[in-house]
């Protein structure tokens, strides 16, 4: 999950979660999984990987690079991958209710999360 406030958010409803700082920050810097998650067993697991919902608006489109970059690491490390955004809400300072709020409107939409996907301009 892109945003720390969000992957807080979902952890604390129940929701285990990864967040990472930026779009690229997953990675080794060579386009693998960075050392750090070799402490997770990605095989057989079911993996939603999950950027802003600014990933795919024209003028972003490396973010959605990223995030296909992203999905083939947890692919090659024997993960079963999926991808959507989350809603573009900010959490900003909201209550507890908020949060609620923004993780039921936003699993509701992971609901047709997908793989393999294609960034634009990346093909599988």
């Known amino acids: 999950m892109q945003s720390s406030a969000k992957a807080a958010c ?8 990864i967040g990472i700082g930026g779009v690229w920050s997953w990675s080794n810097g060579n386009g693998d999984l960075h050392p750090e998650f070799d402490r997770v067993s990605f095989i057989d697991r079911s993996v939603l990987i999950v950027f802003d ?52 409107k936003t699993m509701r939409r992971w609901q047709s999360a997908s793989w393999p996907m294609t960034a634009r301009g990346v093909t599988s």
């Not at 979902?10 to 979660?17: H, V």
């Open 10 to 17: 979902l952890t604390q409803n129940g929701i285990p979660t």
């Open 53 to 104: 919902s600014n990933a795919w608006r024209d003028e972003k489109i490396e973010i959605g690079h990223a995030l296909y970059a992203l999905g083939k690491g947890v692919e090659n490390s024997g993960g079963k991958p999926k991808a959507n955004t989350a809603l573009g809400r900010d959490l900003g300072q909201g209550s507890a209710n908020t949060c609620t709020t923004w993780v039921v």
